[in-house]
């Protein structure tokens, strides 16, 4: 298994270290590819992995390829890299709001894998969400869903619609948590706490609450009212948030990051 990563950005440096790690690789070094030579310089550092900076050394010998660039540059690079592949190569995309005909299409082959991963692949936390072309077999599904499980979990989905809703929940989830996260840092300064007890206080609170969902069968709402007590405070926090439609605004967050990402894929 010769596997291939385009683009040593956040997402593709990740899955690249996990990958690295995994017995699928078999005596075969991991493959990257960019265009940064400081990041080529760094990563030739690293005895994991093999670096190029030409596709033509790297691209036309791989079994399966992952590309992790920015969906901007994805045109440009299918004109660079449609002379050199073929139709047994496998594509993996790590890329928001480009979809499995777009990349059919650009490249001019069959099997592609479209993926929706997040930040928290990054400490081995992360969910991918995956579904790929009629082509693409049950065992290369399979071996894939392997590589992808190397930075956390995955999960299969039938069409590329939920893949697009997977980014308005989990590719672009982390991002909300830190948004709150951020607010009750900021209500915890104000009260008079100190920067290091704030962060203590907000990220013990998040780590507790997500093990108490993650280990028991109960519902958010059953551990909501396990909380608050009726007239007690965490119950005027809750009417608060209530009385200004939070819930509600959330669920728009999220679909206003699944409805952009059906744009981009129009786009």
Known sequence: MRVLVIGAGNMGLTYSEGMAASPLLSR??????????????????DSRFNVFDNLEDCLP???????AVKPYHSEDLFKVMKPMINDSQIFVSLMAGVTINTIQKGLNIKKVIRTMPNL????????????????????????????LDTTGTSIHVNTEKF???????????????????????EAALKMGFSDDD??????????????????????????I??????????????????????????????YAA??????????
């Open 258 to 267: 699944f409805d952009r990402a059906v744009e981009l894929g129009k786009e």
């Open 198 to 223: 704030s962060k203590k206080l907000v990220s013990s609170t998040f780590e507790g609450a997500i093990e108490l969902f993650n280990q028991n069968n109960i519902s958010p709402k059953s551990w």
């Open 61 to 67: 010998k791989a079994d399966l390829v992952f590309i």
């Open 225 to 254: 009212d396990k909380v608050a007590s009726k007239g007690g405070t965490t119950q005027a926090a809750i009417d608060s948030m209530d009385d200004n439609n939070v819930k509600q605004l959330i669920e728009d967050a999220a």
């Open 120 to 147: 928290p692949a990054q400490v081995g936390k992360g969910i991918t969400s995956y579904t790929e072309s009629k082509e693409v077999s049950k065992v290369e599904l399979i071996m894939v869903r392997n590589l």
């Open 163 to 185: 893949i697009d809703a997977s980014t308005g929940i989990s590719g672009s989830g982390p991002a909300y948590v830190f948004y709150f996260m951020q607010s009750m840092l």
């Open 28 to 45: 075969h070094k991991l493959r990257i590819y960019d265009t940064d030579p400081q990041k080529i310089e760094s990563l030739n550092k």
